[in-house]
């Protein structure tokens, strides 16, 4: 009679099972979730208005490194040109993508992507783009830097007078370097909570991430001509404090605009001729079925 009762009151609340096996399961996450909810009320959108347009800039190739930090960006990397610092439009990567992308026709555009996100949501945010090219995943739960290389190399040939968005997925979990079997299952806070890893750990994966992926950006760099910016969607909470509630938190959740998730790097790199650009009506490339995209995007570890 209990557990009947029990299933009435559940199947009468406006969550699903899933939600309410999550909260259970991750209580992080509903302070999270009153984080996200008041500063998405208090900036009256729901991306961070004040963040950068990157299509306001001048640029032939757009390079996201996907929750890269702009301080372990400038300690670790040393790339040919500037870096200076910018601001997100977003903490998680639909936010930024509904920033950056909602409401515009960008007919000179072709986007290179690990991550699905657009893909998932160019209808609801009213997005069109020249062309999407979507990589699937190939090193378990994500996309190598590799192959993500790769596919850039194919559209700057293949689309020669368009601007190129290459969106790797590292230093994103999954961690792809040796440290970064401790954290194959994540999120990082339980896993530091149950087993031997530390704090450490979690910063020389995320490192050993970040490394591999700067290692294609040079071979970009290398390899092709024109005006490059390597920047990030949004950056990645490791052991920072979220806020209003400043609970300590491993991830990037959404509607958190601290210095740790919405400060990026931003570096220009010029070399060559540059890219002659034009317009086009959009054109439709092979896109992935939305069971793949969801699992994908999940496989990362986003709730779809």
């Known amino acids: ?24 399961f991750h209580p992080h996450a ?26 306001e800039s001048d640029w032939d190739y757009f390079i996201i490194l996907d929750a890269c930090r702009y301080d372990e960006f400038v300690d670790r ?15 998680t990567s639909p936010e930024f993508v509904r920033g950056n992308f909602g409401g515009r026709k960008l007919h000179d555009v072709v986007y290179v992507t690990a991550n699905n996100w657009f893909a998932k949501t160019k209808e609801e945010i009213d997005a069109e783009i020249y062309a999407l090219e979507s990589v699937e995943h190939d090193a378990g739960r994500t996309t190598s830097p ?46 530091i909570k149950s087993t031997t890893a530390t704090h450490q750990d979690v910063m020389q994966a995320y490192r050993e991430n970040l490394d591999l992926v700067i290692q294609e950006v040079e071979s970009l760099f290398s390899e092709l001509s024109g005006k490059f910016i390597v920047s990030a969607d949004h950056g990645e909470l490791l052991g920072d404090r979220e806020r209003p509630i400043p609970i300590k938190t491993y991830q990037h959740p959404e509607g958190v605009y601290v210095d740790g998730l919405i ?36 496989d990362l570890g986003y709730r779809v």
């Open 1 to 24: 009679m209990t557990s009947r009762i029990t299933q009435r009151i559940l199947d009468s609340l406006p969550f699903s099972r899933a939600d309410i096996n999550h909260v259970i």
């Open 146 to 191: 590799e192959t993500v290389t790769a596919a850039a190399r194919e559209a700057a040939e293949k689309y020669p007078n368009k601007r190129i968005v290459v969106h790797y997925m590292q230093p994103h979990w999954p961690y792809l370097g040796p440290t970064g079997e401790k954290f194959a299952d994540g999120p990082f806070h339980e896993v």
């Open 263 to 298: 400060t990026i790097p931003w570096h220009v790199y010029e070399s060559g001729p540059r890219r002659t650009i034009v317009e086009d009506d959009p054109i439709e490339t092979e896109e992935m079925d939305m069971e793949t995209i969801e699992q994908q995007l999940e």
């Open 30 to 55: 509903i302070i999270s979730e009153i984080n996200q909810r008041y500063n998405h009320w208090r900036v009256g959108e729901k991306y961070n208005p004040d963040g950068v347009d990157i299509f």
């Open 77 to 91: 990397v040393e790339l040919p040109g500037t870096t200076e610092k910018r601001t997100s439009r977003g903490s």
